[in-house]
């Protein structure tokens, strides 16, 4: 069992146009969130890679660039928010969990990606 999160545009964005979720519909949870990964206890923190034209996310940094954007906000599956930096804080705390799922890859900053939902 674990909890998937999300990626999606601030409340205060919402009545601002996306580009960026439009791009990435067929990527997208509900229309409106992009999958940014699954945590699952005893395992580090497996992140969503996408290989697209118009995104391409392979590294724990350029997730990190990403979400900093202000006008994204972290949700998970439940629907609860999380402060960014405590986001943070927690993948790199679960880099220390052991896992063995054959499907992830490394990246090149050592962090666990996988490229389909991991559900």
């Known amino acids: 069992m674990g909890t ?3 990626l999606q545009y601030a409340s205060k964005m919402w009545d601002k146009a ?10 997208i949870q509900c229309n409106s969130q ?3 990964g699954k945590s699952s206890a005893g395992w580090t ?3 969503r890679k996408y290989d697209t034209e118009e995104l391409q996310v392979d590294t724990y940094a350029k997730w990190k660039e990403i979400i900093e954007n202000e006008e994204y906000e972290i949700v ?8 960014k930096e405590d986001f943070f804080k927690f993948v790199e705390e679960k ?3 052991k896992h063995d799922y054959d499907d992830c ?3 090149k900053d050592g962090y666990d ?4 939902e991991f559900c």
Request: aromatic residues 22%; glycine residues 2%.
């Open 34 to 36: 992009i999958h940014i």
């Open 18 to 27: 996306s580009n960026f979720f439009l791009k990435h519909k067929d990527k």
């Open 105 to 107: 890859e490394l990246s």
């Open 95 to 97: 880099q220390k969990d």
């Open 113 to 116: 990606f996988i490229d389909r």
């Open 76 to 83: 998970d599956e439940y629907g609860r928010l999380h402060d």
């Open 45 to 47: 923190f497996t992140f």
């Open 4 to 6: 998937n999160y999300y």
